[in-house]
């Protein structure tokens, strides 16, 4: 497929795309409606164009961009899975769509209700005491969460400095530590993967704030040491943050708040099937044991006995609020709509077959490439692409000729305890015929490595632009059109 050229260099001067009816109210100089200064001294420098050709850009554009609607996304990590349209007619309900933040209580019972209800079964599924639906995504609950933990040694007259945090955890979690204040140490992994017990407990004393831990973590195992983790963390007074983004892999079998997990996170996008962040807007809620319910974000949802919905503000330990209103609603009707028409049952099968459809893939890939932590994974498993870098071609290269074969490339170099790693995510939703297409592009590139490294490096060959500076496209972008000077 060809690059699509800019709408500004396809502009034709005097084109027009609508024309506008006369006014139906005499005229006047714009010079008597606005202020002198806030006048344009020339027009603005718009492209001029049909409608036709506006909406053929656009659509053409469009189909530039890899979507999980037109092609499988195994992004470890950061799960990318089907939302279902359902979902999307609900958010879209005039009653819903339509109604205004600042409508008051009284005339927005419904959406109060869906909010109580959601929090209720977000608390059950994760074992937790409350939650708010306030933060806008995952990263923001995280930070939120933190704050909650720092407010909660504050009012017990202690200025904990430390926050723990494995080496195998998302990167979002030792920047939320450090944006919260705290000093962030890091806990290594052990020969399985797992969080080092005996490095953990070097690091205990009374500085420790928190732990922050992902279960399953980022190379998809499960911390089978949780409950010694937790007693170790707890017993010196610190508390245990739970990052949610792999929730997804553990729905009905096991819930944090058993795990002994203090506040949790809840990716909506992640488990509930709402879109993506950048795709958003997100949402991240977080849900709290008892420790920490007095310092959730205000303002809360509660019910009187009359069965009336209302909002608290008057709770005086609170962190207070962290999101305009109360959250990005459109995601809670998604999310809601997701938990209800599955059900339990539903929400259990949703986990085991994102577990199965991982572990099949990893069957199938494990002699083609290096599998650095053999065990048995969960929702997502981490492959090395050293024996093909030994040979000349890197994860970054085996990653851009995947794109040839229309699948987008999983996360790479990620997390950072494996070399040349390959973080791939399936997901519940994709069937073993699209699996098995994935497991065939995989090995054909092993293979290519081997016959004609040089057509791997190469890649992609079928993208309308192949290899770019990714530091310059990263750091510097270019994201405005200039007119030519």
Request: hydrophobic share 40%.
């Amino acid at each position: 497929m060809p690059m699509e050229t800019l709408i500004f260099d396809k502009s034709i001067s005097g084109r027009r795309g609508v024309t506008l009816p006369a006014a139906g109210v005499p005229e006047r100089p714009i010079e008597s409606l606005v202020p002198a200064a806030l006048v344009r001294k020339e027009p603005p420098g718009l492209p001029e164009q049909s409608e036709l050709e506006v909406v053929r850009h656009y659509t053409r554009l469009s189909q530039l961009n890899h979507s999980i609607d037109t092609g499988f996304y195994p992004l470890g990590s950061c799960t990318m899975k089907y939302n279902p349209k359902v979902n999307e007619q609900a958010a879209r309900l005039d009653g819903f769509a339509n109604l205004h933040p600042y409508q008051s209580p009284d005339q927005s019972q419904g959406a109060l209700q869906l909010m109580y209800e959601l929090q209720q079964w977000l608390a059950a599924i994760t074992g937790m005491e409350r939650v708010s639906l306030q933060p806008a995504a995952g990263a923001h609950g995280e930070l939120t969460g933190i704050l909650m933990i720092k407010a909660y040694h504050e009012s017990r007259g202690q200025n904990r400095r430390k926050v723990l945090v494995p080496d195998s955890a998302h990167g979002t979690n030792p920047a939320t530590a450090a944006l919260a204040g705290f000093d962030v140490v890091t806990v290594k992994s052990d020969e399985r993967g797992l969080v080092s017990v005996e490095n953990l407990r070097e690091h205990l004393d009374d500085q420790v704030a928190a732990l922050m831990l992902t279960n399953p973590n980022t190379l998809g195992l499960f911390e089978e040491e949780i409950l010694s983790i937790q007693q170790l963390v707890h017993d010196c007074g610190g508390l245990l943050y739970y990052d949610g983004a792999n929730l997804n892999a553990i729905l009905g079998t096991v819930r944090p708040g058993d795990m002994g997990f203090d506040v949790v996170h809840i990716n909506l996008h992640k488990t509930f099937s709402t879109p993506h962040g950048g795709g958003g807007p997100g949402a991240g809620p977080v849900a709290v044991g008892p420790a920490l319910v007095p310092f959730l974000p205000v303002p809360a949802i509660e019910v009187d006995e009359q069965g009336r919905y209302f909002l608290d503000a008057d709770r005086p330990r609170s962190i207070g609020r962290v999101k305009a209103f109360f959250g990005n609603f459109g995601m809670f009707v998604r999310a809601y709509a997701f938990i209800l028409a599955h059900g339990a049952e539903g929400l259990v099968q949703v986990s085991r077959d994102a577990v199965l459809g991982a572990n099949y893939l990893k069957a199938r890939l494990q002699d083609a490439f290096d599998v650095p932590y053999g065990q048995p994974c969960m929702h997502e498993f981490v492959l090395s692409g050293s024996r093909q870098k030994a040979r000349g071609v890197s994860t970054l290269a085996m990653a851009k000729r995947l794109i040839d074969f229309g699948i987008h490339p999983p996360t790479m170099y990620f997390p950072l305890v494996v070399p040349e790693a390959m973080m791939i995510e399936p997901t519940e939703t994709e069937g073993k015929e699209t699996l098995d297409r994935f497991v065939a592009a995989m090995r054909q590139i092993a293979s290519e490595v081997e016959s004609d490294p040089d057509l791997v490096n190469g890649a992609p060959h079928s993208a309308p632009i192949g290899r770019v500076d990714e530091v310059t496209a990263a750091r510097r972008p270019i994201l405005r059109w200039q007119p030519p000077r």
